[in-house]
């Protein structure tokens, strides 16, 4: 057992405490000077917090760190979303990572094209038409989270008329594979995963009879023709790709307009070059990470950052540190729209390089223009944004906003 240091309980270090919610970075610096590579008792399940950035990289693309799914004892109450995660390629290692994620993107990546940039377009406006006569509005639940679930939904082939559950579905879900998760998230997520199973299984017998154009219906194409991927394993990408398409996009538009709205400069200068869009999507994945955190697992004894990981022990990786970690990134508490070259974490690195970030970046570049140029006079209607209550994941729960002259 590694020796136990006292700077996490010292500093309070609490992932659900208030104040690391509202801003965990100055925690991670602390833990940074004292060592990037950090073994602490105070988060339970207790094991290596990785802060530095090299560090971070290095774990993320070594093979010796694995991905592993750690949950509660099993209890018939969640025992069906113990197995749809099982089937995940969010808990695989190689092979069947490889082959899970080849046959996905293979279905995925061809529908990431212009007609699904103007779908974004056209379902951002609508959402902004809903509330412009207001003047005022959530721009979590008005329109940072519906944009995404829509778009999932539609880039999946859910059928219009069933979009609207998709976000119930997507905030049950994403807390079952967060840091947080209780015995009581996972029980509502496995009441949840029976609904999703019977849902799938509905939606492939149609697709199989009438298939159109899109994921579903290529997923099942790709496990027919190769008979690579089985039923269990499609339910749940199909499950992981609503959690992962929605779970993201929000996190990085909220976000992004949050550290926009509160650095009036940056925003006048996105206001003046639209064109810095791109590099402006960027800084926001690095500046407020949208995954905070993720796991790794050492499956044998390795040494990183002069220190001995030994087997079975856990890490985690905080993407959130690592994408401020002054050594790579200069005055890293500062948002810069125009940061180049910005080597930022945000989605992972390695093969679980996060599958959707080529969407992610799209919606993002789609959402916050269509926002800056619709609403000329946005400001904030609070100073104090109340943030979620996640680990591994860095979101708001609101952020009321209001575009009157």
Known sequence: MPSVSKVGERLGLNPLSPPFLENPYPFYHELRATS????????????????????????????????????????QAYEPLVQIQKNMMLFQNPPDHTRLRTLTNKALSPFITGSLQLYI?????????????????????????????LVIAKLLGVPAEDRAQFREWASVMVRTIDLSRTATTLSAGGEMAYKLIDYFHCLFTQRRKHPQDDVISALLAVREQEDKMNEEELVATCILLLVAG????????????????????????????????????????????????????????????????????????????????????????????????????????????????????????IAINTLLHQLPYLHLESVTPQWR????????????ISFME
Request: aromatic fraction near 8%; charge should be negative; hydrophobic fraction near 45%.
């Open 121 to 149: 377009e056209e379902t951002a406006q609508e959402l902004l038409a809903q509330v412009k006569e207001a003047g005022t509005m959530d721009l979590i639940s008005d329109f940072a989270f519906p944009l995404p679930v």
């Open 246 to 365: 929605h779970e993201t996009t929000v996190n990085l538009v909220g976000n992004g307009m949050l550290a926009l709205l509160r650095h009036p400069d940056q925003l006048h200068k996105l206001r003046e070059a639209p064109a810095l869009i791109s590099t402006a999507v960027e800084e926001f994945l690095r500046y407020e990470s949208p995954t905070q955190m993720t796991v790794r697992f050492a499956a044998e004894d390795v040494e990183i950052g002069n220190v001995l990981i030994r087997k079975d022990e856990q890490m985690y990786i905080v993407l959130g540190a690592a994408n401020r970690d002054p050594s790579v990134f200069p005055k890293p508490d500062q948002l810069d729209i125009t940061r180049n070259p910005n080597p930022h974490l945000a989605f992972g690195a390695g093969i679980h390089f996060c599958l959707g970030a080529l969407l992610a970046r799209m919606e993002a570049r």
């Open 389 to 400: 209550d996640l680990v591994g994941f860095r979101g708001l729960q609101s952020l009321p």
């Open 36 to 75: 990037p590579v950090h073994w602490l008792s105070s988060v339970q399940p207790e094991g290596w917090f990785i802060t530095g950035y090299k560090e971070a990289a290095a774990i993320l693309k070594d093979a010796r760190f694995e991905k592993r799914m750690r949950i509660p004892q099993i209890s």
